[in-house]
């Protein structure tokens, strides 16, 4: 797999990993395409972790496709990637922010994503898990 797109029409697309020697994720590409305007940018991904941290977040949500209270959020290392969900019964609300951290109020995108707590939250959480699995034969 080497594309993540959640939504329709309106979408946010993770694809375009770049991976060190080891198969380590680096940097991704978040594009996301909302009507007439379409934005990417380069997100680096955690020195520590990767992008568990995301993976995780989707988890959680996937773990929860029955509701949970409040927001749930996630932030790139960077700041340049923010996302927020929140379960209204039988969606889930994903609000995204893609912005450049140092100029945020020159750039940012900004945008809703309605999805289906069922199955098109999984297939979401699904598809990021995949997404992030080290590859196979990498050089160690």
Known sequence: M??????GTQRLTFGDLRRDPCGQVLAMTVTVE??????????????VSGFADL???FTSLLE???G????????SIEHDLLLE???TGSHVELLFNLQDPQFHDVWSVRGKLTLDAGEE???AGEDIQELF?????AVL
């Open 64 to 66: 929860n496709w029955r």
């Open 121 to 123: 939250l999984t297939r």
């Open 55 to 57: 993976a995780g977040f």
């Open 2 to 7: 080497d594309k993540v797109d959640i939504g």
């Open 133 to 137: 699995r080290p590859l196979k034969g």
């Open 68 to 75: 949970w209270n409040g927001a749930r959020t996630y932030k």
């Open 85 to 87: 969900a929140t379960h």
């Open 34 to 47: 909302l009507e007439s305007l379409t934005a990417r940018r380069e997100v680096a991904a955690s020195y």
